[in-house]
Structures are given as structure tokens and as C-alpha cells.
């Protein structure tokens, strides 16, 4: 009998903490909102930034080399690589120009040897090169193989190479870009389900990877950041018809960077571009089925994908 009743005191006492801390985590969450953190200096970090050469990729990298970093452009495409990479110089940026198919192990492990080598150690990663472009998702077929080894694959790769050193600093941060479709899915049909699947991936690959660094004590931080792709008007496809403009509008590349970059400065664990989907996402989830496909039908974007 005594037994019991200890043991119910401390069920008590343990729901009771547990409120508590949830109440207080929902008020700071509030707080947050409308006083975000702080930023922080990223002054002479070392940035891998993969997808460099072109779209948001590139914008992040010149961004962050006018910020005082020491930029390593990663993309496959050599060319528009050096590009961003001698656009950053012309800025007063640190940057050098790495060519890798991110789906190649062995590539993956020598560049950032030679990043290290030519920087130091890797202290914030950006994987720019997953989230699929309007043109992709209205014109191009989709390759199932290869947009899982781009979008998901590659990120299992990097971290084998980056997270180690990581971890000997304890101090890194690990910035995700994935699609709204990982939120929600709705923005990919017919042909497009690997596409949307992939991101799908990325949210629990970001998930399980938070998890397993707290349980670690680690000081590494992950971001995950969800971009709606029709928002990047200079990737807009002429045939991409939004059925609420106002309500979605576009924002050129660069806006997009300084976004994500705002969003990495304050250590937010997850957010999305434009910041209102992720709620949005949230919503849906909640949602009855049938009620989740009737917003969805309304917010869609008048493209058929399939």
C-alpha cells in the first residue's frame, strides 16, 4: 500500500515537472516569436556549402563570405563553382571552388580533406542541392535513383566526412534545406512522388540526427530549413500559375539566403521560407484527412505535375 502511494507521488511530481515544463516552453516559444535570439558572429567559421554554383546555393555563399567566412563552394558543376567562388573574392570574401558529385564517397572524403587542408576544420555545413527547383518539378522527369542519392544519400556521406571533426571541436552547425513536400507533401503528385518522398526522408534524418547530439551533449547544432520552391521567382517557370498570388508572392534568390542565414544566426532548430508554412505544414498535419485535402486543393499552385 505504501509502496503504491510512493508511487503515485512521484507520477504526480513527475506530470507536474513535466507540465511545468511545457507551459514554459510554449510561453518562450511565444516570447521568441516576437523577440527573436540574437545573432551570432559567424566571423571566421569555415562553411562547406554544397550547391554552390547556382540558386540559392550560390546566394548563401556570397552571403556568407561577406559575413567573414571562409567559404568552400562545393558543386559538380566546375564552371559556375569558380564563378561563385571569384564573385565572393570580388566581395573581400575567403572562398575557393571544390568540384564533387556529393553521391561519390570517395569524392566527398577527398574534398573535404582538401577543405581542411586549405581552411581547417569544417565548422558550419550547408546542403543547398536537394530541394527541387519549379523547373524540375514542371519539366524534367524525374530519375527515382538519382534524386534519392542527391536529396538524401549524400547527406549520410557528409556526415561520415564532417561530423567527426565536429565532434573532436564540440562546436558545428548543420544547416538541412529541404522542401515544403517535407512538411506536407502537397506540392508534389503523379511523377513527383520521389521527389516529395526524399523530403520526407530529410525531416527525419534531421529529427534522428537533433536526437542523437542531445543525448550526446554535443554542442552541434542542426538546422532544418523548408523552402516552398515557387517562391524563388527567379526559378519560376513560366507555366507555374499561383491560385493565391498575393498570399504567396515570390522573393528573388538573395532574399531566400538572408532568410535561411537569419534563421542560422539564431539557432533556430527548425523554420521554413516563407515563415508562415511551417505552420501551415503543422496545421495540416493535425488536421482530418479530408479537411487536409481541401486546403491543400485551395492553396495549390494550378500546376499538375503528373
Do not use: W
Amino acid at each position: 500500500m505504501l509502496l503504491r502511494l510512493y508511487s503515485l507521488i512521484v507520477l504526480g511530481l513527475d506530470l507536474t515537472t513535466l507540465l511545468f515544463g511545457i507551459s514554459l516552453a510554449i510561453i518562450m516559444a511565444l516570447y521568441r516569436t516576437f523577440r527573436p535570439p540574437s545573432l551570432k558572429n559567424i566571423h571566421g567559421e569555415v562553411a562547406m556549402v554544397i550547391g554552390a554554383g547556382r540558386g540559392v546555393g550560390k546566394e548563401t555563399a556570397l552571403l556568407l563570405a561577406q559575413l567573414g567566412v571562409n567559404v568552400a563552394c562545393v558543386d559538380i558543376d566546375s564552371e559556375s563553382c569558380q564563378a561563385t567562388a571569384n564573385r565572393a573574392l570580388q566581395l573581400s570574401g575567403t572562398a575557393k571552388a571544390f568540384t564533387c558529385d556529393v553521391t561519390n564517397k570517395k569524392q566527398v572524403c577527398d574534398t573535404v580533406q582538401n577543405i581542411k587542408m586549405e581552411f581547417g576544420d569544417i565548422t558550419m555545413l550547408f546542403h543547398c542541392c536537394g530541394v527541387p527547383s519549379p523547373r524540375a518539378l514542371t519539366e524534367n522527369p524525374v530519375e527515382i535513383r538519382k534524386t534519392m542519392d542527391v536529396s538524401v544519400i549524400s547527406h549520410f556521406l557528409l556526415l561520415d566526412a564532417v561530423l567527426p571533426g565536429m565532434q573532436c571541436m564540440n562546436k558545428g552547425h548543420i544547416i538541412i534545406l529541404s522542401s515544403v513536400a517535407g512538411l506536407s507533401g502537397g506540392i508534389s503528385r503523379g511523377s513527383r512522388i520521389p521527389l516529395s518522398t526524399a523530403q520526407f526522408a530529410l525531416q527525419g534524418f534531421a529529427e534522428s540526427l537533433q536526437t542523437e547530439l542531445r543525448h550526446s551533449n554535443s554542442n552541434i547544432i542542426i538546422t532544418l530549413v523548408h523552402i516552398y520552391p515557387f517562391i524563388v521567382s527567379a526559378e519560376a517557370a513560366k507555366d507555374i500559375q499561383f491560385r493565391i498570388p498575393s498570399y504567396f508572392g515570390t522573393m528573388p534568390a538573395t532574399e531566400v539566403a538572408k532568410r535561411i542565414l537569419d534563421g542560422v544566426r539564431r539557432n533556430y532548430a527548425e523554420f521554413s521560407v516563407p515563415g508562415y508554412l511551417l505552420y501551415l505544414g503543422h496545421v495540416l498535419r493535425i488536421l482530418p484527412k479530408k479537411a487536409s485535402f481541401m486546403l491543400r486543393d485551395l492553396l495549390d499552385t494550378g500546376v499538375d505535375f503528373a
